[in-house]
């Protein structure tokens, strides 16, 4: 995807570019550029790549995700915000946000599954699974290493589904467009595996109590050997 890559040298250069007396919207644009940039360059940090040359596509194919991702949202976003201002009947203009929002709902599947695409002609599935943790702030992880230190007796049928749910909120938390909907997505799939667990015959609020206090327990077990 060349206009892709070619699209990213100007992002990683463009920050440079920026007058000596930017206006506000530039300044804005700047300040993207510049957190993009340094979030795409911490998650290829963390990938092991020792060719230059593929660190920098890498780098370059995170950078455009992000910026196209935020195309899409600005966009869906200015069209509800226009639908809704509208002053046409409610039926109507909850039919357009639905129109809206279903059109690039689409529009962010196909990016999605590009993104995948591209990563994969440059990266191991290893690696890629590190690119997803590092877009959602390694919360799988954290998440499912949680819940097996709450749950010691969990099965390994039950360990299986709560990683496959978590998997599963990571893809769309991958797409989300702030940190709070990126939580919210595992917020979400959160709440299916409690109730799964529930159902399962674990009392989650029990558990979790006892958690914390084991946790509490090991911390002062540590600080007590320092």
Known sequence: ?????????IIFFSAGCVSA?????????AEYIRTINSRAQKITATLNITDSTVSYRVQTIIVNQYRHLND????????VKAAKSSGEDKQVIDAKVKSIQGEAANKITLLHQDYIGQLSSQLSKDQIEKVKDG???????????????MLPNL????????????????????DAESSEKKHGW?????????NYLSAAGYD???????WQQRIKERELK?????
């Open 1 to 9: 995807m060349k206009s892709a890559f070619l699209f990213g040298i």
């Open 21 to 29: 007396q930017p206006s506000q919207s530039e300044t804005k644009e």
């Open 72 to 79: 899409l949202h600005t966009s869906r976003d200015e069209q």
């Open 135 to 149: 877009m959602t702030y390694n919360v799988v992880n954290i998440t499912y290493s949680g819940y097996l230190d």
């Open 155 to 174: 099965t390994s049928e039950q360990k299986a589904q709560i990683m496959t749910w978590l998997i599963e909120a990571r893809e769309h938390a991958m």
């Open 186 to 194: 595992f917020g979400k799939y959160k709440g299916r595996i409690n």
């Open 204 to 210: 989650l609020k029990k558990e979790g109590e006892a």
């Open 222 to 226: 540590k600080n007590a050997t320092k």
